[in-house]
């Protein structure tokens, strides 16, 4: 009966209103190039500060499925990812929109991220409430293996590990700005009242993901954008072509909900592996990159279902499961919630109502998908002028208008710059993000058990949850160097037998 009236928030037209336009407005900012879901929900956090708690978390949530699935348009038609989560998606899908069959691959686009959406948040309802309740049992010694964890798996995963491991440092570095979470004593505020607190989070992410793209953008308004495919009919695959995809779109959906389970990875992860996993087992891998619907089935399948299952982690355990769910902690940390075990135990209704708006989240993506179909096209002919002003007015707003200090537009400008210049010379944004959240929960949980222990590191440790934390997180750092070894000796294999 509990959730049956927990759900009833969700059946108020100005809730379903908001989910509703903030999964149309995360459709558009994923289909733009450039605008990613991460940037629509750090922009718009500042508007869910007046919203109830649901009210305001599920339109992040349908800005981020609809920023996730809205890449694809893009990808299609303009050969161009929208947002990093969709690059798979030009394997077949541009072939397709070459052949004249664009409003097909959007169709099965649509339709394969409507199914790994809804299969990955029957996940999220059954699994996080059991997830939760072990983590009531973490004491200070587990949540401090726990943010470990999750820093190394960030770092490990960018790409460039000496680079990831730099941006995760220095996200620790700046969240030690303000007052030491024991004693109290200001660090590193320079004298600058404002400061301490620390950085004030959303002005920090607006600039780190929102303006640091308007400057990349500007140094690419001198190019012209590629020709846009503008011949979108047809919106449904055939019966044949459904059937043919079955594999691919369930395999794709359970792969991309195991990846948003984990903590660091991501959809773009996720859409790779489901995309070379098809092609692995398709009887015709010949015809994947020849604009080939199941192609586009596994990448969007996948991608969509990590929208739901990174909200596993940040929910049950505090820990964002990607780079878009660390902006959404923010969301909760602006309606005075704390991710985690408790939240179940304190807002169960907030928790109710983040499973229900999920699914509706998923299902108006499908409903504007299907319907917009014909005019995607247009979308993508909105110009970047126009956008880029557009942005930095959103951006000085957002950032100004939470706490009315101008504290808060330096910061943002200051991360704005700092985004930009990693972006430029290839350091992980995300790991910066999720290490300015993770950072205070690692050094205030080692200090608390240090002081409950004496000072007794083996103590400290022992326990077999921190044990199976510290486990992972150096599997997780030496997994580079190990992956790139059996790589090396399978290439010296080849190279020795080349026959085989």
Not at 332 to 351: E, H, K, R, S, Y
Request: charged letters at 10%.
């Amino acid at each position: 009966m509990d959730t049956l009236s927990y759900l009833a928030p969700l059946l108020d037209f100005e809730v379903l209103w908001t989910i509703a336009l903030g999964t149309l407005g995360g459709l558009v900012i994923g289909a733009l190039p450039g605008l990613t879901a991460t940037m629509g929900v750090a922009l718009l956090i500042p508007l869910t500060f007046s919203m109830t708690p649901v009210m305001g978390l599920n339109m992040l949530i349908g800005i981020y499925i609809g920023g996730i699935y809205g890449g694809c348009v893009s990808s299609i038609l303009l050969r161009t990812p929208g947002t990093p989560a969709s690059a798979a998606t030009v394997l077949d899908g541009y072939p397709l929109a070459q052949k004249g069959q664009a409003g097909k691959a959007l169709g099965m686009a649509t339709i394969a991220s409507t199914v790994g959406g809804l299969i990955a948040a029957i996940v999220l309802a059954t699994l996080a409430p059991q997830l939760a309740s072990v983590a009531l049992e973490f004491g200070a010694p587990e949540y401090f293996a726990l943010a470990l964890f999750g820093l190394t798996i960030i770092a490990s995963l960018s790409g460039d590990l000496v680079k990831g491991a730099i941006s995760g440092l220095l996200g620790i570095l700046i969240s030690c700005v303000g007052a030491d979470p024991i004693s109290g004593v200001m660090r590193y505020t320079f004298g600058i009242n404002g400061f301490a607190s620390g950085f004030a989070f959303t002005p920090a992410l607006i600039g780190l993901f929102a303006l640091s793209e308007v400057f990349t953008q500007l140094e690419r308004l001198s190019t012209k954008d590629d020709s846009i495919i503008t011949d979108v009919t047809g919106r449904w695959p055939t019966m044949q072509e459904m059937k043919e995809s079955a594999s691919a779109l369930i395999r794709g959906s359970l792969i991309g909900t195991f990846i948003g389970i984990v903590p660091g990875t991501g959809s773009g992860t996720a859409s790779w592996i489901s995309y070379n996993e098809a092609r692995r087992s398709s009887k015709t891998p010949e015809k994947f990159g020849t604009g080939h619907v199941p192609g586009v089935a596994a990448t969007e399948s996948a991608n969509n279902a990590v929208c739901a299952s990174a909200l596993i982690p940040l929910l049950a355990l505090g820990v964002p499961g990607d780079v878009v769910t660390a902006v959404l902690m923010g969301g909760l940390m602006i309606q005075g919630l704390a991710p985690g075990p408790m939240l179940f135990q304190t807002n169960p209704d907030v928790v109710v109502g983040i499973f229900g708006g999920t699914f509706i989240a998923t299902i108006f993506m499908f409903i504007f998908g299907m319907a917009l179909i014909p005019l995607f096209s247009k979308i993508l002919m909105v110009p970047r002028r126009m956008l880029t002003i557009s942005i930095v007015i959103f951006c000085f707003i957002g950032s100004f208008s939470i706490n009315l200090n101008q504290v808060d537009l330096l910061t943002m400008v200051g991360f704005g710059v700092l985004g930009w210049g990693m972006q430029k010379f290839g350091f992980s944004q995300a790991a910066l993000c999720i290490a300015l959240i993770l950072g205070p929960m690692m050094e205030s949980n080692l200090r608390r058990g240090l002081l409950q222990t004496g000072d007794n590191v083996i103590e400290f440790i022992s326990g077999p949850i921190t044990l199976l934390f510290i486990g992972l997180t150096i599997l997780s750092l030496g997994w580079p160097f190990i992956s790139k070894a059996i790589a090396n000796s399978k290439n010296s294999k080849q190279a020795t037998n080349p026959t085989e």
